[in-house]
């Protein structure tokens, strides 16, 4: 919106040049950026976990829209030994290990909050059995 408090006839540099088409489309960009921020905020519910206060089990969906419950899980914390962090390169990422040494399914980087090192000490904390892997 800021773009609109300019006035293109005014919007000239000290030669005298002047570019008033600018402004119009400094605004569009400006309403494109503000209309993809709230597009992910109305998507960001369609992933995510809690911990379900009774039974104490991880819950997390992915996926979900107005007409489906997308893929969804749970288990207990006390199936997961071991949480992974792989922070080499560009693309970070998080996975869950069971005690067998298997990687546990479907619940991974996309589901929690970066940085994800953060996000695995907080768990381990409320969870103390469960080892942190982190790979740099």
């Not at 300019?6 to 494109?32: F, Q």
Request: net charge negative.
């Amino acid at each position: 919106m800021a773009a609109y408090t300019v006035d293109p006839l005014k919007n000239c540099d000290e030669s005298g040049d002047c570019a008033p088409w600018l402004v119009p489309v400094a605004g569009i960009i400006g309403w494109g950026a503000t209309a993809m921020a709230l597009g992910l905020l109305l998507a960001n519910p369609s992933r995510g976990y809690t911990v379900e206060a009774t039974s104490g089990d991880l819950v997390w969906w992915k996926n979900r829209t107005a007409r489906s419950r997308g893929d969804t899980g749970r288990m207990h914390p006390s199936r997961i030994a071991s949480i992974r962090v792989d922070l080499r390169g560009e693309n970070d990422s998080l996975s869950l290990y069971g005690k067998d040494g298997e990687r546990l399914a479907y619940f991974d980087e996309e589901l929690v909050p970066w940085p994800y090192d953060r996000w695995a000490e907080r768990f381990q904390r409320a969870y103390p059995h469960i080892h942190i892997d982190k790979l740099d």
